[in-house]
């Protein structure tokens, strides 16, 4: 049976690359920077800018599909998933990586039907690294084949994390009292690229075991979980239940053996639900 949703996939490939192309152009001139919540929060024209260029391609190609990004939300869109096919959208994901010209910028556009994950697409644009992931199809980066490590000794491994933009100092203790935890396990190393999507890439490389955050957005994780599940990784929630994309908490990896491991040792926080009234 034909796919139902490979030219919606076709189209979310090469929309991304198209607003990659703007980023990469746009590292090029003068930055506008805006705050979002805090000082510490950012956004730029460019956000805005490929995050509509993104909408309208869709809405001109399918026309009944849901819409949800990052800086529509920002101006007061609703964030509630539907059963109706729903577009996921973070048009500069490392958007502080962006201002700073740290060269880890990506393009996450995840698909989601009935509230299911159908397929993921990451654009790490500096890199030119296109990650997908189909589901039942597997993940791919620049067409090859992705596979998740076989690691299942918590001491072999490299596990990312991020400091978020909560500078509240309670939780910014939470955040560093896990990492000591984790890191004095011991794990090989703790990294960090500035951008969810990308870290989720990177376990479905293979490159890392896992990659855990509380605070994070649907449109920061919504392509990056089925391309890890689809490289043969697996996607829970910090304390171990089922994922949850609006929960603004995810944990990936490799497999359940390590992510069961780094449950143990994070230690959680409230984040107001991405879908809370
Ligand atoms: C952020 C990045 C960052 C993560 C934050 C996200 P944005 O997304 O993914 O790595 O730590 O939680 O909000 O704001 O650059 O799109």
Not at 259 to 270: G, L, M, N, S
């Amino acid at each position: 049976m034909a796919d139902p949703w490979q030219a919606a996939m076709d189209h979310a490939v090469a929309v991304a690359r198209k607003a990659g192309e703007v980023i990469r152009e746009a590292l090029q001139s003068d930055i506008n920077i805006m705050c979002k919540s805090s000082s510490v929060d950012l956004v730029t024209k460019t956000d805005q800018q490929v995050e509509q260029l993104i909408f309208a391609s869709i809405r001109e190609k399918f026309p009944t599909h849901s819409l949800i990004g990052e800086e529509s939300v920002a101006a007061g869109q609703p964030c509630v998933l539907t059963d109706s096919p729903t577009w996921i959208i973070d048009p500069v994901d490392g958007t502080t990586n962006f201002v700073h010209r740290f060269p880890f910028v990506a393009v996450s556009i995840g698909f989601v039907v009935k509230k299911e994950p159908e397929f993921g697409v990451v654009y790490s644009c500096v890199e030119d690294k296109m990650y997908t992931g189909r589901k039942g199809k597997g993940a791919y980066c620049n067409g090859l084949p992705l596979q998740v490590s076989d690691q299942t000794d918590i001491k072999q491994s490299i596990v990312i994390t991020e400091l978020g933009s909560n500078r509240d100092p309670e939780v910014v203790d939470k955040i560093f009292s896990s990492m000591r935890k984790i890191l004095c396990i011991p794990v090989h190393g703790l990294r960090g690229v500035g951008t969810a999507a990308t870290n989720m890439s990177l376990v479905a490389t293979g490159a890392v075991e896992a990659y855990y955050e509380i605070g994070v957005h649907c449109w920061d994780i919504a392509a990056g979980a089925i391309i890890v599940t689809e490289a043969g990784g697996v996607a829970i929630d910090v304390e171990g239940g089922p994922f949850d994309l609006m929960s603004r908490r995810v944990l990936v990896a490799n497999n359940k053996t390590i992510a069961a491991r780094i449950v143990k040792e994070i230690d959680t926080f409230p984040a107001r639900r991405d879908d809370a009234p």
